[in-house]
């Protein structure tokens, strides 16, 4: 059976709660099994039993309630339709809390608007390919919000995408301090996705008390933008001398970089940085849209290349680029390669 080169497309709208039960209707199957799922990799990757799960989605909900009440109730809509436990659905929200590697070797960046295009955040998604049965793309209507599209697994409360306020976002890993507790990380995206200025972005996430650190690629109306998000502090890191940015897993901010003596290297994440700024160093002034894709399509320095694929590495060669995005916030729209972009074609998402 030939494998479809599109995800599933899911739509909700309305209260937290009906935009929940919306989405446990729609997709009860895959909330159940990526629940499941979840569990599992914590179980053999962590060795976290469902004891220690459930106390650590029931110790950070206070902080998430807080936070974000819209949020929790949204997540309590999506346990009542597709009738699972709610700290299960926690879970898929903190479960980046028991390891240091929340969203893996990615590579991202951002690009201003120009004479051909509109501004653009892209970024190839490298995780364990296991997740694809349960990635959808989710559009959400809330109530007096922006409406925004998520390429994200079913069940997270918030991933990478776009508001239509002209907000996009994509994710890396960034080893980092950490602490058991705190408002998990999709959580405070989702706040991200309310925001309509790259000032309300920031201070969205940093009026959170945070559990782990996390890299948060932009584009935003007052142009590219990255997020060093640590567990104190938020850096906002800025194009300077080109008028682009991009991000692997390392810090760039000087105030910050002695975490990359004290963390190991994720999967060549300084050579990867080196290759697509020189991939976009190598580009024409405009960058069009097909000079983006041959980028993220990059086998340098494979098995740690831009584009990756599975190989024998012990501890992450079932790592594969999962998927691939192009984001075009000023057109609502994205370009998603399900799979590696060198094999898979870039299909497009309209809100």
């Known amino acids: 059976m030939t494998k479809t080169t599109r995800y599933r497309e899911i739509e909700v709208a309305g ?18 099994s990526f629940c499941e799922v979840a569990l599992e990799r914590l179980s053999q990757t962590m060795q976290v039993d469902s004891d220690q799960a459930k106390d650590l989605a029931a110790r950070c909900q206070p902080f998430a309630e807080t ?23 926690m879970l898929l929200q903190i479960r980046n809390q028991f390891t240091a590697e929340p969203d893996s070797g990615c590579t991202s960046l951002s690009l201003p608007a120009n004479a051909e295009r509109g501004a653009i955040v892209a970024q190839n998604w490298d995780n364990d390919p296991a997740l694809d049965p349960f990635t959808i793309v989710l559009t959400r209507r809330p109530v007096g919000k922006p ?13 990478v995408g776009f508001n239509e306020a002209g ?20 959580f405070t995206l989702r706040e991200l996705y309310e925001a309509s200025t790259l000032d309300e972005a ?4 940093q009026r959170a008390e945070r559990a782990i650190p996390a890299n948060i690629m932009l584009t935003t109306p007052e142009g590219p933008a990255n997020l060093e998000v640590f567990i104190d502090d938020v850096r906002v890191l800025r194009p300077a001398e080109t008028s682009w940015i991009t991000h692997t897993n390392h810090c760039l901010h000087p105030d910050f970089c002695e975490y990359n003596e004290q963390f190991p290297e994720l999967i060549g994440s300084h050579p990867r940085k080196v290759r697509i700024d020189a991939l976009l ?3 024409t002034s405009e960058f069009s849209l097909e000079e983006i894709k041959t980028a993220l399509r990059d086998h340098q320095g494979h098995p740690r290349s831009i584009c990756r694929h599975d190989n024998d590495d012990e501890s992450t060669g079932f790592w594969k680029t999962v998927f691939s995005v192009i984001i075009e916030t000023e057109q609502n ?3 998603v390669s399900r799979g590696t972009p060198c094999n898979s074609p870039y299909e497009i998402y309209q809100l």
């Open 15 to 32: 209260t937290p709660r009906d935009m929940g039960r919306q989405l446990g209707d729609a997709a009860r199957d895959e909330v159940r």
């Open 333 to 335: 729209r994205m370009h």
């Open 67 to 89: 936070y974000s009440p819209d949020s929790i109730e949204e997540l309590q809509g999506i346990a009542e339709a597709a009738d699972v436990p709610f700290w299960k659905l």
């Open 281 to 283: 160093d190598a580009g």
């Open 202 to 205: 920031v201070n969205a996430i």
């Open 147 to 159: 409406a925004l599209m998520n390429l994200t697994q079913v069940g997270l409360i918030a991933y």
């Open 167 to 186: 907000v996009g976002a994509c994710l890396n890993s960034l080893p980092a301090p950490s602490r058991p507790l705190g408002v998990p990380h999709y």
